[in-house]
């Protein structure tokens, strides 16, 4: 049997061409295959980065508010000791017998607020009371004038520093703030609180973490060895600044340097750092971390929070791999195919892992969807609870308002009362004998008790229509005249004014104030009210009201010459439900809903110890139209 020429001639192209094919086609594979899960893992990483940033947005946003919640807790105590006048002796005679019950004072004053130290300076910069004056390290006699918050507070600025203490060596927060007598800052207060319980709640909850100050140098962290490390490089000119101030104390501030930075967005970042092999025994040499960055209300401190990359950087490589794993069987189900299905068994076991690929890929989207609609869901929830509470709270402020002129008027029923009695009685006996006067035709009395009579319906009228228009509701806004204010509270109390003989000295000007005038009315009724109390066993018992203005605002004086108030009194003396007067005499709201009132206006109510004995409470009120030459607030 002889063989055809022509065949060997047309199967010899065909052994070339499945040779090349045999060639060419595993390389080809394998780079698609390379190139399909690079593509998926970069895919895949972008998508997780997104999702973690999403959710490192909520997470930056609630520890954020911790960190602003914890710093702002405390920004009120030092204007407090502005209220306590052993503090301002101790400042006008330092060398008095107030240094010791000042230091016991805020030794007590730092235990209730857990502060670590609470001291006074005077405006030399120099300690002239402090809570720590039983330790061997106290700040009692130190100079401490060079430190910035020293330097704000006697400039009439809330001072705010971060900074380690030169006595201590203590890290801490610093806030003070100056105090003022008779509109002259005569000393600074100054508290220091730790917040490194922060860092302990981070560490606890296995958060990465750390705060950074206005000159990018880290003061709080979850991890210790950042802590105290600059973000960017120092200028030899802010090295020097600082070793001045000693706000760091003598600390190196090393400049923490990341192996790889890569910005992703407005504050967002892929952060690259070295990991310390003595503190974490590991055999990775680098970690990767998505950085999420805010700013602190109130504060020049930035809030950044590192969520670690390694496990989203272990899912994409394993997506990765699926799907060039993927890409692999479909090629050699392709290829089986081709080659007539000479491996069914491994084209459907193919078929049947990309199946499940694909069905656990749709149930983890599912999944998100349902946690992302769910977080909205929530997020919606609060935001209404906020708001109803917000309206609540709105509602409860107007009804205590309200409950407290309601209270007054109780107070004044009796008084109103009898105000009212008696014209009553005079129109009933006028009535009746107006009627015997015009039967016996005696025209001219019965004109005379008829305009008697007029008169004292127009008196019942000025009674009823000054308590109608204090009881009414007033509103946030408006304008206020003080003279008719005035007018309008003695009217009001004229019978109490009158059983008390109690004299009113009025020294103010007509001003138009800032303020409804209804609230200003009750303000000043309940202020005239406690006066009428406080001087109820005086011989003389006067009252003096007396105004000035104070650049933008007018200062009304409302001062008497009763029994005073002492110093336990005067710490509770704006505190709801406070009072001295008998259960059934007061709800001790009075002095509370009046300094809210003042507040809400832009205001405010202090009380004073007046030199000369008694009380005084002291109404600052914004003027509708400030003067053109305004003088200088104090």
Not at 47 to 73: D, P, W
Request: aromatic fraction near 6%.
């Amino acid at each position: 049997m002889k063989c055809n020429p022509a065949l060997l001639r047309l199967t010899k192209p065909a052994v070339k061409s499945r040779l090349l094919r045999q060639l060419l086609i595993p390389p080809l594979i394998i780079l698609l295959m390379l190139g399909f899960g690079v593509v998926a893992y970069l895919i895949s990483e972008n998508n997780g980065i997104r999702t973690l940033s999403e959710n490192g947005e909520r997470q930056l946003e609630l520890h954020a508010r911790t960190v602003e919640s914890e710093i702002s807790k405390y920004t009120y105590l030092p204007s407090l000791l502005e209220l306590e006048g052993s503090v301002s002796k101790l400042l006008l005679q330092p060398d008095g017998a107030d240094r010791q019950f000042v230091n016991e004072y805020l030794e007590g004053m730092k235990r209730r607020s857990r502060s670590r130290a609470i001291y006074i300076l005077d405006t030399s910069g120099r300690v002239q009371a402090t809570s720590n004056w039983r330790d061997a390290d106290s700040f009692l006699g130190e100079d401490l004038s060079f430190r910035p918050y020293f330097q704000d507070a006697v400039r009439g600025k809330p001072g705010r520093f971060y900074g380690i203490g030169s006595t201590t060596g203590e890290a801490g927060y610093y806030l003070s703030h100056g105090l003022e007598e008779h509109g002259k800052i005569i000393g600074v207060a100054v508290i220091k609180v730790r917040l490194d319980t922060l860092e302990e709640r981070w560490q606890r909850a296995r958060l990465e973490a750390f705060v950074s100050d206005e000159n990018g140098i880290i003061i709080l962290s979850s991890d210790p060895e950042r802590r105290l490390k600059s973000l960017q490089p120092l200028t030899p000119q802010v090295k020097e600044r600082l070793a001045r101030s000693l706000q760091y104390y003598w600390w190196p501030l090393n400049e923490l340097q990341p192996l790889a930075r890569e910005p992703l967005g407005d504050g967002v970042e892929k952060l690259t750092f070295a990991v310390n092999s003595e503190t974490e025994p590991t055999e990775q040499k680098d970690v990767t971390y998505l950085s999420q960055t805010r700013r602190l209300a109130d504060t020049p401190w930035n809030f950044t929070l590192l969520t670690p990359l390694q496990d989203l950087r272990r899912e994409s490589m394993v997506q990765g791999a699926l799907v060039a794993f993927a890409f692999a069987l479909l090629t050699i189900l392709g290829i089986a195919w081709n080659e007539r299905r000479k491996v069914l068994a491994t084209r459907l076991a193919a078929r049947e892992a990309l199946e499940e690929a694909n069905s656990q890929l749709e149930r983890r989207i599912t999944e998100r969807t349902v946690d992302l609609r769910a977080s909205n869901e929530r997020l919606k929830g609060q935001i209404r609870e906020r708001r109803h509470a917000e309206q609540t709270l709105r509602q409860a402020q107007d009804e205590l308002v309200q409950a407290g002129k309601l209270a007054a008027i109780g107070q004044m029923s009796t008084s109103i009362a009898h105000e009212l009695n008696q014209p009553l009685a005079a129109l009933r006996t006028l009535s009746g004998n107006t009627v015997r006067f015009l039967e016996r035709g005696a025209i001219d009395v019965a004109s005379t008790n008829l305009r008697t009579m007029n008169e004292l319906i127009d008196r019942m009228g000025r009674i009823t229509a000054s308590l109608r228009s204090f009881a009414r509701r007033g509103d946030d806004g408006g304008q206020a005249s003080l003279c008719k204010a005035v007018d309008a509270c003695q009217q009001l109390l004229a019978a109490r004014l009158a059983s008390s003989g109690l004299r009113v000295h009025r020294d103010f000007d007509e001003q138009r104030l800032a303020i409804d005038q209804t609230r200003l009315e009750q303000i000043l009724a309940n202020l005239i009210s406690n006066a009428l109390d406080a001087t109820r066993d005086q011989e003389r018992p006067t009252l003096w009201l007396e105004g000035e203005l104070l650049g933008d605002k007018y200062r009304l004086q409302v001062r008497d010459n009763g029994h005073g108030i002492d110093d336990e009194t005067r710490k509770h003396l704006f505190e709801p439900f406070f009072t001295t007067k008998p259960g059934e005499q007061g709800l001790g709201l009075g002095l509370t809903l009046s300094a809210s009132l003042a507040a809400a206006a832009k205001g405010s109510l202090n009380v004073e110890h007046p030199v000369a004995g008694g009380s005084a409470f002291v109404l600052l009120l914004p003027l509708v139209t400030p003067p053109t030459d305004t003088a200088p607030l104090p």
